[in-house]
């Protein structure tokens, strides 16, 4: 709460998706880079999710990256509308960028592959977004507005074919692209980070509800109420209250355990570079589902049983919209369900 509620978000923004995405699917020499932009305090951004597919309709990618081979470039093209990318956070501060586009040789779709390119440049000491990239805000939030969230379109920007982080798959001597790790597509080692994300999604939620009741719990500990006989007893003994905070305790301490598990398990997959299994894949939805929903409800429970508490400033309720961006980041809800 210190640090404002987008900055879990702007870390794993950061680490997670940017820089995990160059280390699972970059070559050596990309992920060297890391090193450099760590020494300059370089940030990055994001760029996977479209307007028109956003987080409740799925990864579809429809942003064109076209090779030259005259110039050995790649084009990133966004086609339409609906192709611009969405909710993109750090837009507004990032120097690189990490683009997941539609890679095309000869009008050929090879599929979604990331591109690690530069944002943003400096001239005359300042930092000027890169020629044919533009973006705009997306508007002013409920929550987390210390975050910046932006929509980025591309119009011909021309990136250096080693651009394309080409660990899996990419362009041999001659142009012509080849899958370097059989059965192993690009885009599945992308979704990784989705992984990674969906555990940090869960833990940050269940951090979040327990700070929240530990937080009310203190309120209500303190807070006396009238009784009869010049009794005094704290708001916290009302059963509606007592039985609630019972019941955050059992559920968060699961979840805790649950995320736990599906944590060390992940860490376990990607410590020997290998996908997770189907068993841990859907786990890990489980997980980011069971905590963010659960949170959801039973803050909006606490929030109807401890009166008027709830509508002060800095009580936590105030954040409870931040459950909102857990819902929908890494996948929405309701779409891994149905999954």
């Not at 080849?178 to 969906?198: D, F, H, N, S």
């Not at 949170?295 to 429970?301: K, N």
């Not at 931040?322 to 891994?336: C, H, N, P, R």
Request: glycine share 10%; proline share 4%.
């Amino acid at each position: 709460p210190e640090l404002g509620g987008g900055f879990w978000t702007r870390f794993t923004v950061q680490y997670n998706l940017f820089a995990g995405t160059i280390i699972a699917v970059g070559n050596p020499s990309q992920v060297e880079q890391l090193n450099s932009m760590q020494d300059l305090g370089q940030l990055g951004c994001f760029g996977l999710t479209e307007k028109f597919a956003g987080v409740s309709s799925g990864m579809v990618v429809e942003t064109i990256a076209e090779y030259d081979s005259a110039t050995q470039e790649f084009i990133l093209q966004t086609p339409n509308e609906g192709a611009k990318k969405n909710w993109i956070s750090q837009g507004f501060c990032a120097d690189k960028s990490v683009v997941v586009a539609d890679l095309r040789l000869g009008g050929t779709s090879h599929g979604p592959h990331a591109f690690l390119i530069d944002f943003r440049v400096t001239r005359n000491g300042t930092a000027e977004l890169v020629p044919g990239i533009s973006l705009a805000d997306m508007g002013r939030k409920t929550v987390a507005n210390d975050l910046d969230n932006a929509w980025i379109a591309f119009d011909r920007v021309r990136v250096p074919r080693s651009s394309l982080l080409d660990r899996f798959g990419g362009l041999d001597e001659n142009g012509q692209y080849v899958a370097k790790v059989k059965g192993i597509p690009a885009m599945a080692q992308i979704g990784q980070r989705l992984y990674t994300g969906r555990v940090a999604v869960a833990q940050a939620a269940i951090i979040f509800g327990q700070q929240l009741f530990a937080r009310t719990r203190a309120y209500a500990d303190k807070k006396l109420c009238w009784a009869p006989n010049g009794l005094r007893p704290p708001l916290s003994m009302l059963p509606q209250i007592n039985g609630l905070f019972s019941q955050a305790d059992e559920a968060l301490a699961y979840l805790e355990r649950y995320a736990q598990l599906c944590e060390e398990n992940l860490i376990a997959a990607l410590t020997a570079d290998q996908l997770p299994s189907p068993k841990l894949v859907d786990s890990i939805a489980v997980a980011k589902i069971r905590a963010t929903e659960t949170v959801v409800q039973l803050g909006f429970r606490l929030k109807q049983v401890v009166g008027s508490y709830a509508l002060m400033a800095d009580t936590g309720f105030e954040a409870l919209d931040g459950m909102q961006i857990a819902k929908f980041a890494e996948g929405e809800s309701f779409v891994l369900m149905q999954k």
